[in-house]
């Protein structure tokens, strides 16, 4: 259950600090005025189970937002499963969960799970198992009749089996596309198959290497270089050999003899031979590169020729030889898959036939499992609505079956069409409820829905956002009920502008908007019995109350007071 929630620099709320760790069980309204910001409650949850976030949510001239909340999970095994699997668990304290949202002023958000950074989609697979919104987009959801075999799904514990049923699905998805895609194949096999050997012929016949074009291009420019390397290198060669060479073979002589007469020029002779012999070292690797120039400009227009058939494979089958060689082993594995097509389609139609066997058991076995699901949601929703001021109302569960054995009626969800009917009048046949239910009907068949889940789920806690919209007199006296009755096993957090749900209250939260130093601030707190009083006679007679008004909010609460939970 939810024991704490702060929030700090988000919209309206400067600071916030709301305790309901001495509620447990029961229900928690929070009412006040149109545009007060009751709504950031429900924003502050959005955001700490996972919802997008937006930088203009962050309080202005504030750098982030931070929501905050403590969760109590004593015996909850599936939740401390799930944290000890990605070592999030708290320490030792496996009491609590402790969910925070940052979100920055830049847009930039990040979230933690007992102090530790967390994925969104973590996050939303814990969520789900601490606490069940109903806010008014859920109830658009009933509106949707694609929706509603999840609503069955749900209520019948059918999820696991879906979820099984739909991996069969995948795997016979991916078989028949293979086979499609064979098949088309086979189709225009020899046409292909001739494409493909000119393919590998042409680029069989050029037979390019790595690297082949480099190294050509390398060559060319050696060659278009060879007149002008022939007549430096030559020069510089003849230097050496006919004017350097002789002017240090003498120098070296005179050194050597100038050392035998004075010893102190020892070393000086020693370098003029090491320059003598690292002359004549040059002056032959002079004349090894000069023999090694090539002379042949024949040669330049085989270059070319050759790097225009190379290029022309390039253009054709990769930007480099080494992917033109690639493609050419592509081409050779699709020339003997070609050869061996009719025994890959044999093979799949094989395996795509058992694997269909398999899944139409399974959609059938699914398939008789919502009808009986079916026919207890009927049955369920029935006595819920008899509950809610709905005495007369008809309520049903239409679940349609295709042929199972027909595959090209099957889908993700199997082979079954789920859709509600309603009628809220005596004597008019049940309808999509998509045509004929309004908006207060909606409300309550929601909520009828929502007690049904709750009872199923291991969900503590459930958040009605205005559950009640577009209801009033006994309608909403039933719908009050109903709520309270539902807090007596769960806690319940209810943003309401009824007074009848409001009066059933175990805390009673009031959600006001103020303005101090050109500032506006939502500030939220918990009403005494007097102002509990107040507050239930403004929501029934307006900011100035009679007299009898105040007598009624009074009973109202004094009324509810004493209630005893089972």
């Known amino acids: 259950m939810l024991q704490e929630l702060r929030v700090n620099n988000l919209a309206l709320i400067n600071r916030l600090d709301l305790d309901f760790s001495e509620t447990g069980t029961g229900l928690i309204a929070f009412t006040g005025e149109t545009g007060a910001g009751k709504s950031i409650i429900l924003q502050a949850v959005h955001l700490l189970t996972g919802g997008r976030a937006s930088a203009s949510w962050v309080r202005n001239d504030c750098d982030q937002a ?18 000890q699997e990605h070592g999030l668990e708290n320490g030792d304290d496996e009491e609590d969960c402790i969910l925070r949202r940052i979100v920055s002023s830049k847009g930039r958000s990040r979230i933690f799970i007992n102090d530790r950074l967390a994925t969104t989609k973590l996050v939303h697979a814990l969520a789900e198992s601490l ?25 019948g514990e059918l999820w696991q089996q879906r979820e099984q049923y739909r991996q069969v699905y995948s795997r016979w998805q991916k078989i028949a596309r293979q086979l499609r895609e064979l098949q088309e194949q086979e189709q225009d096999k020899e046409q292909r198959r001739d494409f ?91 004349h090894s590169y000069l023999d090694g120039i090539p002379k042949n400009q024949g040669r330049v227009d085989q270059i070319s020729s050759r790097l225009a058939q190379l290029r022309q494979l390039q253009r054709k089958y990769g930007t480099t030889l080494e992917e033109v060689i690639a493609f050419a082993g592509q081409v050779e594995q699709e020339l003997h898959s070609l050869d061996h097509l009719d025994e890959q389609i044999a093979a799949l139609e094989k395996e795509l036939e058992t694997i269909g066997s398999e899944l139409h058991k399974k959609a059938e076995v699914l398939s008789l499992d919502r009808l009986r699901v079916g026919e207890q949601l009927t049955a369920a929703m029935q006595a819920e609505l008899s509950s809610l001021s709905f005495q007369q109302a008809l309520f049903e569960v239409s679940v349609k079956s295709s042929d199972p054995g027909d595959a090209s009626t099957l889908s993700a969800t199997g082979g079954d069409t789920v859709s509600f009917l309603f009628s809220a009048n005596p004597g ?12 207060g009907e909606l409300s309550r068949l929601m909520l009828a829905m929502k007690c049904l889940l709750a009872r199923r789920d291991k969900v503590d806690t459930v958040i009605f956002d205005e559950i009640d919209a577009g209801i009033g007199g006994e309608a909403a006296e039933a719908v009050a009920r109903k709520i309270d009755e539902l807090a007596s096993h769960h806690q319940v957090f209810c943003i ?38 107040n507050e239930l006679a403004r929501m029934l007679g307006g900011d100035n109350p009679s007299e009898q008004t105040l007598i009624f909010a009074k009973e109202l609460v004094e009324g509810r007071a004493d209630k005893i939970k089972p």
């Open 66 to 83: 931070v929501t905050e909340a403590q969760f109590g999970i004593s015996g909850r095994e599936d939740i401390l499963s799930l944290l």
């Open 131 to 155: 606490v069940n919104i109903a806010s008014q987009h859920d109830q658009q959801l009933l509106l949707k009749s694609n929706s509603h075999i999840d609503f069955l799904d749900s209520y």
């Open 196 to 286: 493909l050997r000119f393919q590998l012929k042409e680029i069989r016949e050029t037979a390019p290497l790595p690297d082949e074009d480099e190294q050509l291009i390398k060559e060319r420019d050696l060659l278009k270089s060879s007149t002008i390397l022939v007549e430096l290198i030559g020069k510089s060669h003849y230097q050496l050999q006919d004017q350097v060479t002789p002017l240090l073979t003498e120098l070296r002589k005179n050194m050597e003899h100038a050392a035998a007469l004075d010893p102190a020029l020892k070393e000086l002779a020693q370098q003029s031979s090491s320059l003598s012999f690292e002359v004549e070292a040059l002056e032959g690797n002079l």
């Open 428 to 439: 008019e046949p049940p309808k999509p409820l998509t045509e004929v239910v309004s908006g």
């Open 496 to 533: 309401t502008h009824l007074p009848q749900i409001a009066a059933y209250a175990d805390a009673h939260f009031l959600v006001e908007k103020q303005v101090d130093a050109n500032r506006t601030f939502t500030t939220i707190r918990p009403l005494s019995h007097d102002e509990r009083v």
